[in-house]
C-alpha cells in the first residue's frame, strides 16, 4: 500500500469533476463557496444555516438566526461572539462528556452573556481570563472547568476555525462547526454594531482555551488567524501571559504570525508534520510572548455576574428545537464522520506551567489519520 502526498492529492483533487463518490455511492458535491468566504450582515443578513449543503459529513447541525426563543443551556445557536472580557462566546459540545475530536464539525455557541440566543457558560466555569487587543486582532485566552461545558474531562481537545475541509473537498472548507459564524464589536466603536470575522481559530481543550478573531480590515488577518498548526496549540498560535484565577484586559502588540520565528538573525517558518508520523515532542522554537500593557484587573463576580443562576445542562440537547423566525426543526442531521479530526496524543499534552500559565494546549490533529484512512490503497 502507498500514501499519497499532500501534494499529489491536491493535484489529483484538481483534476476532479464537481462530484465524488463516498463509501457508501453517495454522490456530494464540492460546497459552492467555502465557509470563510461566506459574507452575512449582522444580524439583519443572518440565514437560517449559513452551510445548506448536503455534502459527505451531512448538513450542518444548528442554525444561525438566534434570538430569545433558542435561548437556553439546550441552544443549537452556531453563530458566536469575541468583543470584550465580559462579552465573548467559545464553541463547544452539544452533549455532555463528549470529546472535541467527535464533535469538531458540530460545536455550538457558549457566552458569557444573555442576549445572544445562545446557551451560557455556567457559573464556576471560568477559572482565569485574559482579553488583549492587539493592532490587527483580539483574543480571549483562559482556563475552564471543560466538563460545565460538555468536553469530556481529560480531553485535550483541538482546533476550530472556518477553514475545516470536507472530506469530499479539501480545497473548499466548510469549517468547523459547519456554519459556524463569528462577529465582533471590537474594532466598530459601537456595541451594536458588528462586524463578520473572517478570519479566525478557537482551542478548546486540557481545561484552558484560547479564542483570536482577526480584523478583516487589515492585510495579514489570515496570518496572525493561521488555521494549519492545529497540532502545537495556544502557545505557538496565540501567545499569552494568562494566570488562573486572574481576569484582565490589556492592550498587546501583535504577536509574531503562526510558525514564524526569528533564529540567529534568520525569519524562518516551522512546518507541522503530519499525524501519521506520530507525537511532536521538540520544536525548534520557542514562541516570543508579545508585550501587553494597560492590564486593568476585574472580579470574576462582576464580569460574568449573568452567569450565577445558570447551571450545566446535565443532559443531552433535544433532537430538535422550534425557532419561531422560521418555524421549522432548528436541529440539521449530521451525517458521516468529520472530515478534520482533531485529537491528543500521549505524552504531548500539557496546558500549564507551574506558575499557571498557559503555555500550551497540546492540541493534535488526526488530519494525516484521516488521509491514511482516505487514501491508502
Known sequence: MALITLPALVASLLLLPSTVVNAQGNLATFPATPLASKHFAYPTGLPYQADSEQLIRGTQT?????????????????TSFLNALDDFCLWAPINPNSTIPDTEGEEVAWCTKPGRGTRLIPAGALKG???MRTPDYVQVVGFIDQRLINIQTGDFGGELDPHGADLASILLPRGNPLGGLVYSTAWSGNNNSFTQVIEWHNFMGGDAFCFKACDPSRPNAASFCQHIYDRIGCAYNAPNNAQNGTFEACAGENQDFPGVYTLNGAVLTYTQPPEALGVITTLPYEPRVPASSDCVPFESTELFAALATVTPSGSAAPASQT????????????????GTGTGSAPNANQTADNGGNIVTS?????IGVMFSALFLS
Do not use: D, H, K, P
Open 62 to 78: 444548528g442554525y444561525n438566526i438566534c434570538n430569545s426563543t433558542t435561548e437556553n443551556q439546550n441552544s443549537l445557536c452556531q
Open 129 to 131: 481570563v485574559q482579553f
Open 323 to 338: 425557532l419561531s423566525a422560521s418555524g421549522s426543526s432548528a436541529a440539521g442531521t449530521r451525517g458521516g464522520s468529520s
Open 362 to 366: 497540546g492540541l493534535v490533529s488526526l
